[in-house]
């Protein structure tokens, strides 16, 4: 599977952004779909899980009631939508897929596919 992120940049804090991850292949629906973050000096972590159906998602509670997943097995895309958006939120997103059905949120160390990734900057 590979995995292309986009939709990232720069705005003012308390607003949106929508992320979108394209993947290639005819299995998307196979995989668990994760959205991580990596800002500077820091561990890279993650912000959203969705289950292969999409029936399922997850969040840290950093984000949760600001972000929402989603995603569209006919488009073999997954979207985040990102909202409220604060300074602390800047950095770098990153996409990635996993084969497990596991219902919590996971490690980078999980992952089996990993997007290139796009710059959010919330200014304040």
């Known amino acids: 599977v590979q995995l292309q992120a986009s939709g990232g940049g720069l705005v003012q804090a308390g607003g949106s952004l929508r992320l979108s991850c394209a993947a290639s292949?005819?299995?998307?629906?196979?995989?668990?779909m994760d959205w991580f973050r990596q800002a500077p000096g820091k561990e890279r972590e993650s912000v959203a899980r969705i289950s292969r159906s999409g029936g399922s998602t997850y969040y840290p509670d950093s984000v949760k009631g600001r972000f929402t997943v989603s995603r569209d097995n006919v488009k073999n895309t997954v979207y985040l939508q990102m909202n409220s958006l604060k300074p602390e939120d800047t950095a770098v997103y990153y996409c990635?897929?996993?084969?497990?059905?596991?219902?919590?949120?996971?490690?980078?160390?999980?992952?089996?596919?990993w997007g290139k990734g796009t710059q959010v900057t919330v200014s304040s």
């Open positions: 292949g005819r299995s998307f629906s196979n995989y668990a």
């Open positions: 990635a897929a996993d084969r497990s059905g596991r219902s919590y949120l996971l490690s980078e160390k999980d992952m089996d596919y």
